[in-house]
């Protein structure tokens, strides 16, 4: 599948579960700040993109939203410490974190979560079955 | 208050499909209101019919062990329901894990369609739930368990295969 392909995947799904036109889905929006996404929209995304690609997205996978909840060794002063960045690199290898390591602000975290994220992990996944 | 939106259920496949009745009374006092002369079933009371139905199904699956609440719906009507109609409730699994799950529904009465959804429900922790909530267990409960009986009483076994 090439990455045409995904992203038009992708796009659908979105347009759907997010009631956003086509033109927004693009691989620069943020899922949250960009398209409306609130948290329980993560969820219906994970569902509906298994369907489309036929895939089982494991829980924490894609989202991973617990690896900050309450740790002080991954935040400190509002900030992903380095043993944070250090985590957030290995469990999100699709992710590109250069910019966001220059100013790690956990209120930014959400900001990763992008059209082209969504992209990248469904690529490293099609390309793992 | 009472907040049952199902008469019964007709059918029940643990894990699989859900389908409930609800008879449309005149004497139910939304008709008074909604409206004057022209009893329309309100949108939201069926949609809260179709929840209750997929909801069952939804906490069914994990032995009412989990709160299953409602966390969203696409919903499309088709026509109106009006009082002394009989609306079928048909539910359907579409996905579940441990997070939550999805379920498709319709509403028919007869063999017309007057309503259909894509309902997604969210399975609450404990440790979610604001403070001070006598009971974790909030959902599965009350009323609601003579439901769980009726939806029992209509269940075809779980496929052993």
Redesign the interface.
């Known amino acids: 599948m090439t990455n045409d392909e995904i992203f038009a995947k992708v796009q659908k799904t979105l347009v759907e579960a997010l ?1 956003v036109d086509d033109d927004q889905v693009t691989p620069a929006a943020r899922l949250k700040a960009d398209l409306g996404a609130e948290s ?2 993560f ?2 995304i994970v ?1 509906r993109l ?2 489309q690609f036929g895939i089982t997205i494991p ?1 924490e996978e894609l989202f991973p939203e617990s690896i900050f909840q309450g740790d002080a060794t991954y935040v400190a002063g509002g900030k992903i410490t380095q043993t944070g960045l250090a985590a957030l690199e290995k469990q999100m290898p699709y992710a590109d974190l250069a910019e966001f390591k220059k100013d790690p602000r956990m209120d930014k975290v959400e900001d990763l979560f992008t059209v082209q994220l969504l992209v990248n992990y469904l690529d490293m996944r099609v390309k793992r079955i | 208050m009472r907040w049952t939106w199902i008469d019964r259920f007709a059918s029940f496949e643990s894990g699989k499909t859900a389908t409930a009745v609800k008879n449309l009374s005149l004497a139910e006092d939304h008709f008074a209101d909604h409206f004057p002369g022209f009893p329309v079933m309100p949108a939201p009371l069926v949609l809260e019919g179709l929840a209750q139905t997929g909801g069952i199904l939804v906490g069914e699956a994990n032995r009412f062990e989990k709160n299953v609440v409602l ?2 719906m ?1 919903a499309k009507f088709h026509r109106d329901a009006m009082a002394g109609e009989q609306l079928t409730y048909t539910t359907t699994l ?2 579940l ?4 799950a ?1 379920v498709s529904a319709t509403a028919h009465s007869g063999g017309e369609l007057v309503a259909e959804a894509d309902i ?1 429900f ?1 399975h609450v922790t404990a440790a979610q739930l604001p403070p001070g909530l006598p009971d974790a267990k909030f959902v599965f409960r009350g009323e609601l368990t003579h439901l769980l009986r009726a939806a029992e009483a209509v269940s075809k076994p779980k496929a052993t295969n």
């Open positions: 009631s329980i929209d969820l219906d569902f298994e369907k829980r | 966390a969203k696409n579409v996905a894990n441990e997070t939550g999805q997604m969210a």
